[in-house]
């Protein structure tokens, strides 16, 4: 559907966020390198609770960057979910080596920390835990594990910037770990993501990737003499627009969470006396962005998917986040992945389905997409 009444996402801003990109427009110069993406970097790190950031072009060529920096290649493992977006799996392909899927537990969506300790092998070298829509996983029992076994533990908390455990910042856990700014993120660029870690050797390969394998003692764009290049690397930079938009957000990132945050408990009370659906639960210890609002339909995969059917007839976008890795058409081919494989992750993902999140989601538009859950149900009888 084209026009929806109530679109899954919808981005938050304000006049700041165009007088930010509008004075990089009116600078007509140094689009490439800038102060601005300094400045992101240093408030990415602040909120992360790291000492080094890098900002790319995206998330997933942040993660691409940390694999070629951990210098994981085709004799190398990485368990990771399959419950989550194919970028992190993916990423491990770019450099050849082989993505192991453990499964997921019920209680944050993230990998379950006794069947990451199964899937261990000689040939495995990282573990990736995901914070499924802004809920931090198991994370420290999982960074004990990799502890013990001595493996590189890569957080993908892309989903997970301002979320808390404790009062420990998602993105902190790791030895490195990717945040994304896509559009339909906790903040945006439009694009954008960035790369956080506290190992001053990884911030430095970071900065090399990112810019054709060049060692910059100034800054390129602005310069008139030569640089020297040392390596492979890409085009994977953020642009200054760009990252003047992200500061913009950033500086906005408690406010929206906390309408996020408001809006997932007027939906959770709207739903309690819902018994067909399940709310997500956030626990006491955690803090959650609610990047998304995710339910559970109990019946199953059919009711789940009538559902959504019924609900874009009503023009409200929901939408299936994610449908495991390992049964898409690609990763079945290459790896003869079958049903089954991950018990605990199809299950969760026959009966989930996420609703419109946003900040300035009204209490009319919340109304409606609830009555039109009670109608689906009622009707069905």
Same mark, same amino acid.
């Given at each position: 559907? #084209?026009?929806?009444? !109530?679109?899954?996402? *919808?981005?938050?801003? %304000?006049?700041?966020?165009?007088? +930010?990109?509008?004075?990089?427009?009116?600078?007509?110069?140094?689009?490439?390198?800038?102060?601005?993406?300094?400045?992101?970097?240093? +408030?990415?790190?602040?909120?992360?609770?790291?000492?080094?950031?890098?900002?790319?072009?995206?998330?997933?060529?942040?993660?691409?960057?940390? @694999?070629?920096?951990?210098?994981?290649?085709?004799?190398?493992?990485?368990?990771?979910?399959?419950?989550?977006?194919?970028?992190?799996?993916?990423?491990?392909?770019?450099?050849?080596?082989?993505?192991?899927?453990?499964?997921?537990?019920?209680?944050?969506?993230?990998?379950?920390?006794?069947?990451?300790?199964?899937?261990?092998?000689?040939?495995?070298? $990282?573990? @990736?835990?995901?914070?499924?829509?802004?809920?931090?996983?198991?994370?420290?029992?999982?960074? /004990?594990?990799?502890?013990?076994?001595?493996?590189?533990?890569?957080?993908?908390?892309?989903?997970?910037?301002?979320?808390?455990?404790?009062?420990?910042?998602?993105?902190?856990?790791?030895?490195?770990?990717?945040? #994304?700014?896509?559009?339909?993120?906790?903040?945006?660029?439009?694009?954008?993501?960035?790369?956080?870690? %506290?190992?001053?050797?990884?911030?430095?390969?970071?900065?090399?990737?990112?810019?054709?394998?060049?060692?910059?003692?100034?800054?390129?764009? @602005?310069?008139?003499?030569?640089?020297?290049?040392?390596?492979?690397?890409?085009?994977?930079?953020?642009?200054?627009?760009?990252?003047?938009?992200? !500061?913009?957000?950033?500086?906005?990132?408690?406010?929206?969470?906390?309408?996020?945050?408001?809006?997932? $408990?007027?939906?959770?009370?709207?739903?309690?006396?819902?018994?067909?659906?399940? #709310?997500?639960?956030?626990?006491? %210890?955690?803090?959650?962005?609610?990047?998304?609002?995710?339910?559970?339909?109990?019946?199953?995969?059919? /009711?789940?998917?009538?559902?959504?059917?019924? @609900?874009? /007839?009503?023009?409200?976008?929901? *939408?299936?986040?994610?449908?495991?890795?390992?049964?898409?058409?690609?990763?079945?081919? +290459?790896?003869?992945?079958?049903?089954?494989?991950?018990?605990?992750?199809?299950?969760?993902?026959?009966?989930?389905?996420?609703?419109?999140?946003?900040?300035?989601? /009204?209490?009319?538009?919340?109304?409606? !997409?609830?009555?039109?859950? +009670?109608?689906?149900?009622?009707?069905?009888?």
């Amino acid at each position: 559907m #084209s026009q929806w009444k !109530i679109p899954l996402f *919808k981005m938050h801003y %304000d006049e700041n966020d165009g007088r +930010k990109v509008l004075s990089v427009l009116k600078r007509g110069m140094y689009w490439g390198l800038s102060s601005e993406t300094i400045e992101l970097e240093k +408030k990415v790190a602040e909120k992360t609770d790291r000492k080094y950031c890098v900002v790319f072009n995206s998330a997933t060529s942040a993660l691409h960057a940390l @694999m070629i920096s951990y210098k994981f290649s085709n004799r190398d493992e990485i368990i990771l979910p399959s419950f989550t977006f194919i970028a992190s799996s993916n990423s491990v392909m770019f450099v050849n080596a082989t993505p192991r899927f453990a499964d997921i537990e019920d209680s944050t969506y993230g990998l379950d920390p006794h069947d990451v300790e199964s899937k261990i092998t000689k040939k495995t070298k $990282a573990i @990736m835990p995901v914070h499924y829509a802004g809920n931090i996983c198991k994370i420290n029992e999982i960074r /004990k594990i990799a502890s013990d076994y001595k493996l590189t533990l890569i957080e993908d908390a892309a989903t997970a910037l301002g979320s808390k455990i404790n009062g420990k910042s998602g993105g902190s856990f790791g030895d490195a770990s990717v945040i #994304s700014f896509a559009w339909n993120k906790i903040i945006t660029s439009g694009e954008g993501g960035a790369a956080v870690t %506290d190992s001053r050797k990884i911030y430095e390969d970071l900065i090399r990737i990112r810019s054709h394998g060049r060692i910059d003692t100034e800054n390129y764009f @602005m310069s008139a003499n030569s640089s020297d290049y040392t390596s492979l690397g890409y085009n994977w930079r953020m642009s200054a627009m760009t990252a003047a938009l992200g !500061i913009s957000q950033i500086d906005k990132l408690e406010k929206l969470i906390k309408m996020r945050n408001n809006n997932a $408990a007027y939906l959770t009370k709207l739903l309690s006396n819902v018994q067909t659906i399940e #709310s997500p639960v956030i626990s006491n %210890d955690r803090k959650s962005n609610f990047m998304l609002y995710t339910v559970k339909v109990r019946e199953g995969r059919r /009711k789940r998917d009538e559902l959504h059917s019924f @609900m874009t /007839k009503k023009g409200i976008q929901t *939408k299936i986040i994610y449908e495991p890795i390992h049964l898409t058409s690609f990763y079945r081919r +290459k790896f003869g992945y079958k049903k089954g494989l991950l018990k605990n992750t199809e299950r969760i993902a026959d009966k989930i389905l996420s609703l419109p999140m946003y900040p300035h989601l /009204k209490k009319t538009e919340m109304n409606y !997409i609830i009555e039109s859950i +009670k109608e689906f149900f009622e009707r069905e009888g």
